[in-house]
T-cell receptor
Framework: QKEVEQNSGPLSVPEGAIASLNCTYSDRGSQSFFWYRQYSGKSPELIMF????GDKEDGRFTAQLNKASQYVSLLIRDSQPSDSATYLCAVTHGSSNTGKLIFGQGTTLQVKP | DAEITQSPRHKITETGRQVTLACHQTWNHNNMFWYRQDLGHGLRLIHYSYGVQDTNKGEVSDGYSVSRSNTEDLPLTLESAASSQTSVYFCASSERDRSDTQYFGPGTRLTVL
């Protein structure tokens, strides 16, 4: 069974702090990794993707990938109350370009003013 | 602006009835996907399509069907609705060459009584 694991939270951080969200996956063949943000009652919104080991930065967001450890993380710097949402980690199913994604159950982030 | 829409946004139906959920995208994306999202299970893939006349089963396809007669639309049909199919349904689409980078519609909340 291919799985993606996330701590459901809630993860609570004060405004201005760094929020660190983590995800582990079981399929060593996975090639692409995604972070989606989902506000309550809304649809998932793609915020970051990463394909290579290391860090990828986009504004306040940094995605980190370690394929050897099968670990993906998302750092949110200078967290804002508007960042409060559920963050979904998704990885591709296997190494082929099928487009099939496996999603974790998500981590709920609460940013307190 | 290009977009992906779903209709209806909310639907209540009775056990045994046939229900069709619509998904329409104007991005001219080749790939389209249907997911359901339930507490405790996250997002799970129901069916997907790589183009006109192409359909494939996902992880939880039993009781569902799709057809792709044009690029823009992938309707999801519940042949005989069951209470276990009460869920939030999301449609997503992606480009041919970036099948894993998916963009989601607003979702349909379906209740089967």
């Amino acid at each position: 069974q291919k799985e993606v694991e996330q701590n459901s939270g809630p993860l609570s951080v004060p405004e201005g702090a760094i929020a660190s969200l983590n995800c582990t996956y079981s399929d060593r063949g996975s090639q692409s990794f995604f972070w989606y943000r989902q506000y309550s009652g809304k649809s998932p919104e793609l915020i970051m993707f990463i394909y290579s080991n290391g860090d990828k930065e986009d504004g306040r967001f940094t995605a980190q990938l370690n394929k050897a450890s099968q670990y993906v993380s998302l750092l949110i710097r200078d967290s804002q109350p508007s960042d409060s949402a559920t963050y979904l980690c998704a990885v591709t199913h296997g190494s082929s370009n099928t487009g099939k994604l496996i999603f974790g159950q998500g981590t709920t982030l609460q940013v307190k003013p | 602006d290009a977009e992906i829409t779903q209709s209806p946004r909310h639907k209540i139906t009775e056990t045994g009835r046939q229900v069709t959920l619509a998904c329409h995208q104007t991005w001219n994306h080749n790939n389209m996907f249907w997911y359901r999202q339930d507490l405790g299970h996250g997002l799970r893939l129901i069916h997907y399509s790589y183009g006109v006349q192409d359909t494939n089963k996902g992880e939880v396809s039993d009781g569902y069907s799709v057809s792709r007669s044009n690029t823009e639309d992938l309707p999801l049909t519940l042949e005989s609705a069951a209470s276990s199919q009460t869920s939030v349904y999301f449609c997503a689409s992606s480009e041919r060459d970036r099948s894993d980078t998916q963009y989601f519609g607003p979702g349909t909340r379906l209740t089967v009584l």
